[in-house]
């Protein structure tokens, strides 16, 4: 049985296309593979505290020595990482904000990204330690980065992608709704072009599953 984990984060609410591509394409999963279970981490709604001295101290310390603070900071962190290793399918929307990621998906990647826990330094090199994972990357933008002049100042999607592979994350399909910000006509074309990305991935993954079976 499949578990997927659906991560969303632009702060747009309804007008989000990160959020619909995302979501969309998560629920289509879920569909293609009877019994899929489906986590929404919605971090725009529920947003997450930035890290702060408890969990940083708090990681450090041996659970019986942790102050109140310490214990319920690590404790987040914990969850968070359960539910991103309870996985074997992750989604995750992001909406460019001037020219990043949104500060609530950088958030949660602060209380994710753990030594020990999901990487470790060996010898001169690191390991990431969250592995055998399929991960779908929406990124969406008012620009576009994907090729052209704008393209050095996508600090969107190589900073993700370096995230998500330094926690041993490096099997990702990336899906870009990119161009927005041109015009309607050029929004069209966009949304109509994300659409066809859209359908292209999901006919990969259903050859995948029968691959599979
Ligand atoms: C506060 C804010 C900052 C933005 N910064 C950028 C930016 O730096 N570059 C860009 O191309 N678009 C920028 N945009 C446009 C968004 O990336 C675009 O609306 C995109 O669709 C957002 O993703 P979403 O649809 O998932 O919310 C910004 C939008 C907002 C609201």
Same mark, same amino acid.
């Given at each position: 049985?499949?578990?997927?984990?659906?991560?969303?984060?632009?702060?747009?609410?309804?007008?989000?296309?990160?959020?619909?591509?995302?979501?969309?394409?998560?629920?289509?999963?879920? /569909?293609?593979?009877?019994?899929?279970?489906?986590?929404?981490?919605?971090?725009?709604?529920?947003?997450?505290?930035?890290?702060?001295?408890?969990?940083?101290?708090?990681?450090?310390?041996?659970?019986g020595a942790r102050t109140a603070a310490q214990t319920e900071a690590v404790r987040l962190a914990e969850s968070l990482v359960a539910e991103l290793a309870a996985a074997d399918t992750v989604v995750i929307g992001s909406a460019m904000i001037n020219?990043?990621?949104?500060?609530?998906?950088? *958030?949660?990647?602060?209380?994710?990204?753990?030594?020990?826990?999901?990487?470790?330094?060996?010898?001169?090199?690191?390991?990431?330690?969250?592995?055998?994972?399929?991960?779908?990357?929406?990124?969406? /933008?008012?620009?576009?980065?994907?090729?052209?002049?704008?393209?050095?100042?996508?600090?969107?999607?190589?900073?993700?992608?370096?995230?998500?592979?330094?926690?041993?994350?490096?099997?990702?399909?990336?899906?870009?709704?990119?161009?927005?910000?041109?015009?309607?006509? *050029?929004?069209?074309?966009?949304?109509?072009?994300?659409?066809?990305?859209?359908?292209?991935?999901?006919?990969?993954? /259903?050859?995948?599953?029968?691959? /599979?079976?």
């Open positions: 049985m499949s578990h997927i984990l659906l991560v969303t984060s632009s702060p747009r609410g309804s007008e989000g296309l990160s959020t619909r591509y995302a979501s969309q394409l998560a629920k289509r999963l879920a /569909a293609q593979r009877p019994g899929t279970t489906l986590t929404v981490r919605d971090l725009a709604a529920a947003p997450l505290n930035h890290i702060g001295e408890a969990y940083v101290v708090g990681r450090a310390t041996p659970p020219f990043g990621p949104p500060s609530s998906l950088k *958030a949660w990647f602060d209380h994710v990204t753990w030594p020990g826990v999901t990487f470790r330094y060996a010898g001169n090199s690191v390991e990431g330690l969250l592995k055998g994972k399929k991960v779908y990357l929406v990124t969406a /933008a008012g620009g576009n980065f994907s090729e052209g002049p704008l393209a050095a100042w996508d600090h969107q999607s190589g900073y993700l992608k370096h995230l998500l592979g330094f926690i041993g994350l490096t099997d990702i399909e990336h899906l870009r709704v990119e161009g927005m910000a041109h015009g309607p006509e *050029a929004a069209q074309a966009a949304i109509a072009s994300a659409d066809e990305a859209l359908q292209s991935l999901l006919k990969r993954a /259903a050859a995948s599953v029968e691959v /599979a079976q």
